[in-house]
Protein backbone atom coordinates (compact mmCIF):
# COMPACT_ATOMS: atom_id res chain seq x y z
CA UNK A 1 0.00 0.00 0.00
CA UNK A 2 3.30 2.20 0.20
CA UNK A 3 2.67 3.46 -3.45
CA UNK A 4 -1.22 4.58 -2.60
CA UNK A 5 -0.38 6.68 0.43
CA UNK A 6 0.06 10.23 1.16
CA UNK A 7 3.15 11.99 1.20
CA UNK A 8 4.90 12.24 4.20
CA UNK A 9 6.18 14.84 6.47
CA UNK A 10 9.92 14.41 5.00
CA UNK A 11 8.75 14.25 0.78
CA UNK A 12 6.88 17.61 1.20
CA UNK A 13 8.21 20.67 -0.15
CA UNK A 14 8.24 23.60 2.43
CA UNK A 15 8.56 26.62 -0.17
CA UNK A 16 5.56 25.39 -1.74
CA UNK A 17 3.30 25.00 1.77
CA UNK A 18 4.45 28.35 2.61
CA UNK A 19 3.66 30.06 -0.80
CA UNK A 20 0.16 28.07 0.03
CA UNK A 21 -0.32 29.26 3.39
CA UNK A 22 0.51 33.30 2.03
CA UNK A 23 -1.69 32.77 -0.73
CA UNK A 24 -4.52 31.29 1.80
CA UNK A 25 -4.37 34.08 3.84
CA UNK A 26 -4.19 36.76 1.45
CA UNK A 27 -7.75 35.34 0.13
CA UNK A 28 -9.43 36.09 2.84
CA UNK A 29 -8.67 39.78 2.45
CA UNK A 30 -10.74 40.03 -0.27
CA UNK A 31 -13.26 37.55 1.12
CA UNK A 32 -13.81 39.29 4.41
CA UNK A 33 -15.97 41.48 2.01
CA UNK A 34 -17.98 39.28 0.46
CA UNK A 35 -18.95 38.05 4.15
CA UNK A 36 -19.36 40.92 5.56
CA UNK A 37 -20.79 43.64 3.11
CA UNK A 38 -23.63 43.42 0.64
CA UNK A 39 -22.39 44.26 -3.34
CA UNK A 40 -19.20 46.34 -1.89
CA UNK A 41 -16.19 43.70 -3.02
CA UNK A 42 -15.78 46.53 -6.65
CA UNK A 43 -17.71 49.78 -5.33
CA UNK A 44 -17.30 50.79 -1.63
CA UNK A 45 -20.04 53.47 -2.22
CA UNK A 46 -22.52 50.88 -2.03
CA UNK A 47 -21.45 49.73 1.68
CA UNK A 48 -18.78 49.85 4.03
CA UNK A 49 -17.86 53.26 3.20
CA UNK A 50 -15.34 54.93 0.61
CA UNK A 51 -13.61 57.58 2.36
CA UNK A 52 -10.96 57.92 4.59
CA UNK A 53 -9.29 54.48 5.79
CA UNK A 54 -12.09 52.37 3.72
CA UNK A 55 -10.65 54.32 0.70
CA UNK A 56 -7.70 53.27 1.18
CA UNK A 57 -8.50 49.95 2.19
CA UNK A 58 -9.85 49.68 -1.07
CA UNK A 59 -6.71 51.30 -2.96
CA UNK A 60 -4.74 48.91 -1.03
CA UNK A 61 -6.45 46.09 -1.86
CA UNK A 62 -6.46 46.69 -5.52
CA UNK A 63 -2.93 47.02 -5.81
CA UNK A 64 -1.50 44.23 -3.74
CA UNK A 65 -4.19 41.88 -3.11
CA UNK A 66 -7.42 41.45 -5.16
CA UNK A 67 -6.80 38.34 -8.17
CA UNK A 68 -3.60 38.57 -7.29
CA UNK A 69 -3.87 35.70 -4.43
CA UNK A 70 -6.40 33.58 -5.93
CA UNK A 71 -3.93 33.48 -8.72
CA UNK A 72 -1.16 32.49 -6.55
CA UNK A 73 -3.26 29.89 -5.49
CA UNK A 74 -4.76 28.40 -8.77
CA UNK A 75 -0.93 28.46 -9.51
CA UNK A 76 -0.11 26.15 -6.39
CA UNK A 77 -3.25 23.95 -6.93
CA UNK A 78 -1.69 23.10 -10.28
CA UNK A 79 1.20 22.96 -8.81
CA UNK A 80 -0.14 20.32 -6.76
CA UNK A 81 -1.52 18.49 -9.71
CA UNK A 82 2.21 17.93 -10.56
CA UNK A 83 3.27 16.79 -7.13
CA UNK A 84 0.73 13.96 -6.56
CA UNK A 85 0.71 12.55 -9.85
CA UNK A 86 4.14 12.36 -10.58
CA UNK A 87 4.99 10.70 -7.26
CA UNK A 88 2.46 8.06 -7.70
CA UNK A 89 4.29 7.23 -10.79
CA UNK A 90 7.83 7.29 -8.80
CA UNK A 91 6.17 4.74 -6.31
CA UNK A 92 5.04 2.43 -9.01
CA UNK A 93 1.68 2.92 -9.33
CA UNK A 94 1.32 4.82 -12.83
CA UNK A 95 -2.35 2.40 -13.72
CA UNK A 96 -3.76 3.43 -10.49
CA UNK A 97 -2.58 7.44 -10.89
CA UNK A 98 -6.13 8.09 -12.69
CA UNK A 99 -8.31 6.39 -10.20
CA UNK A 100 -6.76 7.96 -7.42
CA UNK A 101 -6.19 11.30 -9.02
CA UNK A 102 -10.35 11.50 -9.88
CA UNK A 103 -11.61 9.63 -6.13
CA UNK A 104 -9.67 13.23 -5.13
CA UNK A 105 -10.84 15.24 -7.44
CA UNK A 106 -14.70 14.50 -7.31
CA UNK A 107 -14.44 14.28 -3.49
CA UNK A 108 -13.50 17.85 -3.64
CA UNK A 109 -16.08 18.79 -5.91
CA UNK A 110 -18.67 17.08 -3.00
CA UNK A 111 -16.66 19.07 -0.39
CA UNK A 112 -17.31 22.04 -2.41
CA UNK A 113 -20.94 21.70 -2.74
CA UNK A 114 -21.49 21.58 0.88
CA UNK A 115 -19.12 24.06 1.90
CA UNK A 116 -20.97 26.83 -0.72
CA UNK A 117 -24.31 25.73 0.40
CA UNK A 118 -23.81 25.78 4.10
CA UNK A 119 -21.13 28.35 4.59
CA UNK A 120 -19.57 30.56 2.10
CA UNK A 121 -20.83 31.15 -1.74
CA UNK A 122 -17.73 32.48 -3.53
CA UNK A 123 -15.85 29.17 -1.89
CA UNK A 124 -13.38 27.72 -4.54
CA UNK A 125 -13.14 24.37 -3.91
CA UNK A 126 -15.88 22.76 -6.34
CA UNK A 127 -14.26 25.07 -9.38
CA UNK A 128 -10.75 23.47 -8.85
CA UNK A 129 -12.52 20.18 -8.61
CA UNK A 130 -13.96 20.91 -11.77
CA UNK A 131 -10.75 21.82 -13.36
CA UNK A 132 -8.39 19.57 -11.85
CA UNK A 133 -10.24 16.52 -13.93
CA UNK A 134 -9.31 18.02 -17.32
CA UNK A 135 -5.39 19.16 -16.02
CA UNK A 136 -4.52 15.24 -15.47
CA UNK A 137 -4.57 14.57 -19.19
CA UNK A 138 -1.49 17.19 -19.58
CA UNK A 139 0.49 16.19 -16.63
CA UNK A 140 3.19 14.75 -18.46
CA UNK A 141 3.57 17.52 -21.04
CA UNK A 142 6.84 19.32 -20.43
CA UNK A 143 7.11 22.55 -18.96
CA UNK A 144 7.27 25.07 -21.70
CA UNK A 145 4.45 23.81 -23.35
CA UNK A 146 2.12 24.06 -19.98
CA UNK A 147 3.61 27.84 -19.36
CA UNK A 148 2.37 28.07 -23.35
CA UNK A 149 -1.11 26.81 -22.84
CA UNK A 150 -1.49 28.84 -19.82
CA UNK A 151 -0.44 31.92 -21.60
CA UNK A 152 -2.39 31.39 -24.37
CA UNK A 153 -5.61 31.27 -21.81
CA UNK A 154 -4.52 34.21 -20.02
CA UNK A 155 -4.25 35.79 -23.37
CA UNK A 156 -7.93 34.60 -23.58
CA UNK A 157 -9.44 35.74 -20.74
CA UNK A 158 -7.75 39.36 -20.96
CA UNK A 159 -9.20 40.04 -24.37
CA UNK A 160 -12.60 38.64 -23.06
CA UNK A 161 -12.07 40.90 -20.33
CA UNK A 162 -11.52 43.69 -22.44
CA UNK A 163 -13.97 42.46 -24.92
CA UNK A 164 -16.94 42.27 -22.07
CA UNK A 165 -15.70 45.89 -20.72
CA UNK A 166 -15.72 47.49 -24.25
CA UNK A 167 -19.57 46.11 -24.66
CA UNK A 168 -20.65 47.11 -20.94
CA UNK A 169 -19.56 50.53 -22.19
CA UNK A 170 -21.60 50.64 -25.18
CA UNK A 171 -24.84 48.90 -23.72
CA UNK A 172 -24.03 52.02 -21.22
CA UNK A 173 -23.67 54.80 -23.66
CA UNK A 174 -26.67 53.50 -25.75
CA UNK A 175 -28.70 52.86 -22.48
CA UNK A 176 -28.38 56.34 -21.99
CA UNK A 177 -29.02 58.08 -24.94
CA UNK A 178 -32.42 55.83 -25.34
CA UNK A 179 -33.29 56.70 -21.52
CA UNK A 180 -32.44 60.70 -22.46
CA UNK A 181 -34.98 59.94 -25.67
CA UNK A 182 -37.47 58.59 -23.59
CA UNK A 183 -37.46 61.50 -20.86
CA UNK A 184 -37.89 63.92 -23.80
CA UNK A 185 -41.20 61.70 -24.75
CA UNK A 186 -40.20 60.08 -28.17
CA UNK A 187 -41.10 56.77 -29.04
CA UNK A 188 -38.48 53.95 -28.81
CA UNK A 189 -37.46 51.18 -31.08
CA UNK A 190 -37.73 47.92 -29.25
CA UNK A 191 -33.93 47.64 -29.84
CA UNK A 192 -33.41 51.05 -28.06
CA UNK A 193 -36.03 49.82 -25.08
CA UNK A 194 -34.05 46.76 -25.51
CA UNK A 195 -30.83 48.13 -24.44
CA UNK A 196 -32.73 50.71 -22.00
CA UNK A 197 -33.66 47.50 -19.95
CA UNK A 198 -30.00 46.58 -20.13
CA UNK A 199 -28.41 49.32 -18.66
CA UNK A 200 -30.86 49.22 -16.42
CA UNK A 201 -30.10 46.05 -15.38
CA UNK A 202 -26.22 46.82 -14.75
CA UNK A 203 -27.16 49.95 -13.00
CA UNK A 204 -29.17 47.78 -10.29
CA UNK A 205 -26.76 45.27 -9.88
CA UNK A 206 -23.51 47.55 -9.72
CA UNK A 207 -24.88 49.54 -7.76
CA UNK A 208 -28.31 49.09 -5.57
CA UNK A 209 -30.77 51.22 -3.77
CA UNK A 210 -30.25 51.98 0.15
CA UNK A 211 -33.33 49.65 0.24
CA UNK A 212 -31.92 47.02 -1.36
CA UNK A 213 -28.97 46.79 0.49
CA UNK A 214 -30.53 46.88 3.62
CA UNK A 215 -32.56 44.24 2.86
CA UNK A 216 -29.88 42.21 1.92
CA UNK A 217 -28.49 43.22 5.21
CA UNK A 218 -32.09 41.96 6.97
CA UNK A 219 -31.79 38.68 4.80
CA UNK A 220 -28.45 37.89 6.23
CA UNK A 221 -29.05 38.44 9.37
CA UNK A 222 -32.04 36.37 9.74
CA UNK A 223 -32.90 33.01 10.69
CA UNK A 224 -31.31 29.74 9.33
CA UNK A 225 -34.01 29.47 6.36
CA UNK A 226 -33.24 33.25 5.37
CA UNK A 227 -29.21 32.64 5.51
CA UNK A 228 -29.66 29.26 3.45
CA UNK A 229 -31.68 30.97 0.82
CA UNK A 230 -30.34 34.22 0.03
CA UNK A 231 -26.66 31.75 -0.21
CA UNK A 232 -28.34 29.48 -2.10
CA UNK A 233 -29.64 31.27 -4.87
CA UNK A 234 -26.18 32.96 -5.19
CA UNK A 235 -24.67 29.25 -5.47
CA UNK A 236 -26.77 28.13 -7.69
CA UNK A 237 -25.76 30.83 -10.40
CA UNK A 238 -22.12 30.29 -9.65
CA UNK A 239 -21.93 26.51 -10.27
CA UNK A 240 -24.04 26.59 -13.12
CA UNK A 241 -21.98 28.90 -15.15
CA UNK A 242 -20.40 26.96 -18.07
CA UNK A 243 -17.00 24.86 -18.21
CA UNK A 244 -15.49 27.14 -20.58
CA UNK A 245 -16.83 30.02 -18.99
CA UNK A 246 -14.15 32.78 -18.90
CA UNK A 247 -14.22 32.36 -15.09
CA UNK A 248 -13.22 28.67 -14.96
CA UNK A 249 -10.64 29.65 -18.36
CA UNK A 250 -8.69 31.89 -15.81
CA UNK A 251 -8.60 29.25 -13.31
CA UNK A 252 -7.29 26.83 -15.93
CA UNK A 253 -4.65 29.35 -17.04
CA UNK A 254 -3.21 30.09 -13.46
CA UNK A 255 -3.06 26.37 -12.79
CA UNK A 256 -1.34 25.31 -16.26
CA UNK A 257 1.12 28.39 -15.45
CA UNK A 258 1.37 26.58 -12.11
CA UNK A 259 2.07 23.66 -13.52
CA UNK A 260 4.92 24.13 -15.94
CA UNK A 261 6.56 26.39 -12.91
CA UNK A 262 6.34 23.60 -10.73
CA UNK A 263 8.44 21.54 -13.31
CA UNK A 264 10.74 24.39 -13.76
CA UNK A 265 11.39 24.64 -10.12
CA UNK A 266 10.40 27.76 -9.13
CA UNK A 267 7.94 26.90 -6.62
CA UNK A 268 10.66 24.76 -4.93
CA UNK A 269 12.89 27.60 -4.40
CA UNK A 270 15.24 25.84 -6.62
CA UNK A 271 16.18 28.19 -8.99
CA UNK A 272 18.95 31.05 -8.24
CA UNK A 273 18.58 34.38 -6.29
CA UNK A 274 19.27 36.24 -8.91
CA UNK A 275 16.28 34.82 -10.41
CA UNK A 276 13.48 35.27 -7.80
CA UNK A 277 14.92 38.97 -7.84
CA UNK A 278 14.46 39.67 -10.93
CA UNK A 279 11.33 38.42 -10.94
CA UNK A 280 9.99 40.59 -7.97
CA UNK A 281 11.46 43.36 -9.43
CA UNK A 282 10.29 43.29 -12.76
CA UNK A 283 6.59 42.13 -10.88
CA UNK A 284 6.32 44.96 -8.76
CA UNK A 285 7.38 47.51 -11.61
CA UNK A 286 4.90 46.69 -13.71
CA UNK A 287 2.03 45.35 -11.60
CA UNK A 288 2.34 48.38 -9.27
CA UNK A 289 2.12 50.84 -11.70
CA UNK A 290 -0.80 48.84 -13.95
CA UNK A 291 -2.78 48.74 -10.67
CA UNK A 292 -2.02 52.21 -9.36
CA UNK A 293 -3.08 53.45 -12.70
CA UNK A 294 -6.35 51.91 -12.82
CA UNK A 295 -7.01 52.67 -8.58
CA UNK A 296 -6.25 56.11 -9.10
CA UNK A 297 -8.28 56.46 -12.21
CA UNK A 298 -11.13 54.61 -10.86
CA UNK A 299 -11.15 56.65 -7.64
CA UNK A 300 -10.85 60.06 -9.75
CA UNK A 301 -13.98 58.61 -11.66
CA UNK A 302 -15.94 58.40 -8.57
CA UNK A 303 -16.19 54.81 -8.90
CA UNK A 304 -18.02 55.03 -12.23
CA UNK A 305 -18.55 51.95 -13.57
CA UNK A 306 -18.00 52.43 -17.52
CA UNK A 307 -14.49 53.34 -16.11
CA UNK A 308 -14.12 50.21 -14.22
CA UNK A 309 -14.98 47.96 -16.68
CA UNK A 310 -12.46 50.24 -19.20
CA UNK A 311 -9.77 49.19 -16.06
CA UNK A 312 -10.61 45.62 -16.99
CA UNK A 313 -8.55 45.80 -20.10
CA UNK A 314 -5.41 45.44 -18.19
CA UNK A 315 -6.49 43.46 -15.08
CA UNK A 316 -4.70 40.81 -16.02
CA UNK A 317 -1.62 42.12 -16.35
CA UNK A 318 -1.49 43.85 -12.92
CA UNK A 319 -2.64 40.87 -11.47
CA UNK A 320 -0.16 38.28 -12.72
CA UNK A 321 2.83 40.73 -12.36
CA UNK A 322 1.74 41.44 -8.73
CA UNK A 323 1.60 37.62 -7.94
CA UNK A 324 4.79 36.59 -9.56
CA UNK A 325 6.46 39.56 -7.55
CA UNK A 326 5.06 38.23 -4.38
CA UNK A 327 6.07 34.52 -5.42
CA UNK A 328 9.44 35.59 -5.63
CA UNK A 329 9.99 37.61 -2.65
CA UNK A 330 8.85 34.53 -0.84
CA UNK A 331 11.21 32.09 -2.71
CA UNK A 332 14.24 34.58 -1.29
CA UNK A 333 13.26 34.53 2.26
CA UNK A 334 12.69 30.53 1.88
CA UNK A 335 16.40 30.30 0.54
CA UNK A 336 17.99 32.83 2.75
CA UNK A 337 15.88 31.56 6.35
CA UNK A 338 14.94 34.77 6.71
CA UNK A 339 12.05 35.51 8.65
CA UNK A 340 11.11 32.28 9.68
CA UNK A 341 8.85 33.49 12.80
CA UNK A 342 6.78 34.13 10.27
CA UNK A 343 7.95 31.18 7.41
CA UNK A 344 7.42 29.09 9.88
CA UNK A 345 3.52 29.38 10.63
CA UNK A 346 2.63 30.41 7.04
CA UNK A 347 4.50 26.34 6.39
CA UNK A 348 2.21 25.31 8.65
CA UNK A 349 -1.09 27.05 7.49
CA UNK A 350 -0.27 26.08 3.91
CA UNK A 351 0.39 22.53 4.82
CA UNK A 352 -3.29 22.53 6.39
CA UNK A 353 -4.54 24.97 3.79
CA UNK A 354 -8.21 23.03 3.64
CA UNK A 355 -8.96 22.94 6.99
CA UNK A 356 -7.67 26.43 7.77
CA UNK A 357 -9.79 27.56 4.56
CA UNK A 358 -12.86 26.35 5.60
CA UNK A 359 -12.16 27.91 9.30
CA UNK A 360 -12.38 31.24 7.38
CA UNK A 361 -15.77 30.56 6.30
CA UNK A 362 -16.86 29.09 9.37
CA UNK A 363 -15.77 32.36 11.32
CA UNK A 364 -16.84 34.34 9.26
CA UNK A 365 -20.61 33.09 9.07
CA UNK A 366 -20.72 32.61 12.74
CA UNK A 367 -19.95 36.46 13.00
CA UNK A 368 -22.11 37.99 9.90
CA UNK A 369 -24.94 35.67 9.67
CA UNK A 370 -28.00 35.73 11.42
CA UNK A 371 -27.10 32.09 12.36
CA UNK A 372 -24.46 33.43 14.46
CA UNK A 373 -23.44 37.06 15.61
CA UNK A 374 -25.49 38.76 12.78
CA UNK A 375 -22.96 41.39 11.95
CA UNK A 376 -23.73 42.07 8.42
CA UNK A 377 -23.17 45.34 6.90
CA UNK A 378 -22.56 46.86 10.44
CA UNK A 379 -19.13 47.13 10.12
CA UNK A 380 -16.91 49.46 7.57
CA UNK A 381 -14.82 48.18 5.09
CA UNK A 382 -11.44 49.14 7.30
CA UNK A 383 -12.96 47.60 10.05
CA UNK A 384 -13.17 43.89 8.26
CA UNK A 385 -9.57 43.74 8.48
CA UNK A 386 -9.51 43.73 12.40
CA UNK A 387 -11.55 40.72 11.72
CA UNK A 388 -8.83 39.14 9.12
CA UNK A 389 -5.90 40.03 11.51
CA UNK A 390 -7.74 38.22 14.24
CA UNK A 391 -8.21 34.96 12.48
CA UNK A 392 -4.73 34.94 10.87
CA UNK A 393 -3.48 34.98 14.53
CA UNK A 394 -4.97 32.20 15.69
CA UNK A 395 -4.20 30.27 12.82
CA UNK A 396 -0.58 30.96 12.57
CA UNK A 397 -0.87 30.01 16.33
CA UNK A 398 -2.68 26.96 16.02
CA UNK A 399 -1.63 25.58 13.16
CA UNK A 400 2.03 24.67 13.63
CA UNK A 401 0.89 23.36 17.20
CA UNK A 402 -1.40 20.80 15.27
CA UNK A 403 1.28 19.87 13.53
CA UNK A 404 3.64 18.95 16.34
CA UNK A 405 0.76 16.56 17.52
CA UNK A 406 -1.35 15.34 14.22
CA UNK A 407 -0.26 14.61 10.78
CA UNK A 408 -2.79 16.40 8.62
CA UNK A 409 -5.70 18.79 9.03
CA UNK A 410 -8.79 17.42 10.67
CA UNK A 411 -10.31 17.83 6.99
CA UNK A 412 -7.21 16.91 5.19
CA UNK A 413 -7.14 13.78 6.95
CA UNK A 414 -10.95 13.14 5.92
CA UNK A 415 -9.94 14.15 2.27
CA UNK A 416 -7.23 11.46 2.10
CA UNK A 417 -8.77 9.02 3.53
CA UNK A 418 -11.74 9.22 1.37
CA UNK A 419 -9.09 9.21 -1.49
CA UNK A 420 -7.11 6.19 -0.56
CA UNK A 421 -10.21 4.40 0.58
CA UNK A 422 -8.55 3.37 3.36
CA UNK A 423 -8.65 5.41 7.37
CA UNK A 424 -4.84 7.24 7.47
CA UNK A 425 -3.08 7.36 10.66
CA UNK A 426 -3.28 10.97 12.35
CA UNK A 427 -1.27 10.83 15.38
CA UNK A 428 2.51 12.08 14.49
Not at 107 to 122: K, S
Not at 223 to 228: C, E, I, K, N, T
Not at 294 to 313: E, H, K, M, N, Y
Amino acid sequence: MGAFAPVRAEERIASLDTLRGFALLGILLMNIVGFGLHSAYDNPLVAGGAEGPNLAAWVIMHILAEGKMRCLFSMVFGAGVILLTSRTDERGASAQAADIFLRRNLWLMLFGIVHAYLLWFGEILYPYGMCALVLFAFRRMPARTLILIGAVMLLGTAVANAINGMTAMNTLQRGEQAENLARKGAALTDEQEQVRGQREEMIKQDHPTPAEVEKANRQWRGGVVDVLKIRGQIVWKWHNLAYYHVLHIDLFSMMFLGMGFYKLGIFSAARSTKFYLWLALAGYCVGLSVNSFTAWTIVRSGFDLPTRLFCQTVYDVGRLSIALAHLGVLMILCQKGWLLFLLRPLTAIGQTAFSNYVFHSIVCSTLFTGIGFGLFGKLQRYELYFVVLSIWLVQMVVSPIWLKHYRFGPLEWCWRSLTYWQKQPMRV
